[in-house]
């Protein structure tokens, strides 16, 4: 039995805004790379191009497999968009690592994490390929770069942003954003937003709550974020949205590790401030006996922390920010 499809979005070997047409939202498929059956791995991108040509803005979601808040955002934002008042370009990429995402786990199909390996490798491997590929067939094509992630598997986040806080540009986009914690980073990383600013893109990373699940709440403050930006970048006529509550700014931060294993209970929730000396965990073995407790080494705020109790030594506890003091 042969089965009709109505799909007709083209598809393409390479990203070019110039052959969107204006005033419209046109969705594609980008042949990237072919699986060992000789199928193509295609990665899907919307395009809403305006009838004024103007900035080029690229939203990215899924490098890891497991991260789905983000595709939520990128699509409603095409949703609430009209191209014809639009000035200038979006370009959404609701789902980069593909293969990861229908296997339902976090990293590419050789193991390897895709944020740590960008730009990649023309001549590489099966990953350094891959994100290779997506840096020259897709990266390359933006003005400015959104990358939305989420906390791992085992892990929760706070709504917050990694971004290099020394750079105008960059740190408008920020602060626009309404998240609840900013974190300077500089981004020499290997990661997606390291490489885009390397090649002269303004790029933040927004983190987008939890993994495996839909989030409304998080997906609708990323979409309002957005929204912010677009009007900043005078790309859409609109009002910017304060924050509900000041975002906290963290000059640097670091994640505390467990030295032994057991079963742990993390206490405080994200965004509480805490204080040096303060118990943030405790530790259990098997038969439930106490081990040990582990205490705040710094005043800080909680980004986001691990929910799976167990833990093996050199399990991380949670994720320390460390506030910026004016």
């Known amino acids: 039995m042969l089965f009709e499809t109505k799909n007709t979005d083209q598809v393409i070997r390479k990203l070019n805004i110039d052959d969107a047409p204006k005033g419209k939202i046109t969705h594609y498929w980008l042949h990237l790379a072919t699986d060992g059956m000789g199928v193509p791995i295609r990665v899907p991108i919307m395009v809403a ?5 103007g900035k080029v803005l690229g939203l990215t979601a899924a490098v890891h497999g497991n991260e789905l808040n983000g595709i939520l955002v990128i699509q409603r934002l095409f949703k609430e968009i009209d191209p014809e008042q639009l000035t200038g370009t979006i370009v959404g990429v609701p789902v980069i690592n593909v293969p990861s995402l229908l296997r339902k786990k976090r990293r590419f199909i050789d193991g390897t994490d895709l944020n740590h390996i960008m730009p990649g490798r023309q001549d590489g491997n099966v990953s350094q390929v891959y994100a290779w590929r997506v840096v020259n067939y897709i990266l390359k094509e933006f003005n400015y770069l959104v990358d939305l992630h989420t906390a791992s598997n085992g892990r929760m986040n706070s709504y917050y942003i990694r971004a290099n806080m020394e750079e105008k540009a960059v740190r408008d986009m920020a602060m626009l954003q309404n998240a609840q914690i900013i974190v300077h980073n500089p981004p020499s990383d290997g990661t997606l937003r390291g490489t885009a600013e390397e090649l ?29 930006i677009l009007a900043h970048l005078d790309m859409i006529d609109g009002e910017l949205e304060e924050p509900d509550e000041p975002t906290v700014l963290c000059e640097r931060s670091y994640w505390i590790y467990a030295d032994t294993g057991g079963i742990i209970t993390v206490h405080p929730k994200a965004t509480q401030l805490i204080k040096k000396g303060e118990v943030i965990a405790t530790m259990r073995d098997i038969f439930g006996r106490f081990i040990k407790e582990y205490i705040a080494p710094d005043d800080g705020i ?18 320390l920010g460390i506030v910026k003091t004016v």
Do not use: C, W
Not at 206 to 223: A, C, H, S, W, Y
Not at 302 to 319: C, D, E, F, M, Y
């Open 49 to 53: 191009r305006g009838l004024k040509d």
């Open 200 to 228: 002269g893109i303004h790029a933040l990373t927004l983190e987008v709550g939890n993994p495996n699940t839909f989030q409304k709440g998080m997906i609708r403050d990323g979409l309002t974020g957005l929204h912010n």
């Open 302 to 319: 909680i980004i986001g922390k691990s929910v799976n109790p167990i833990a093996q030594t050199g399990a991380r506890i949670l994720h």
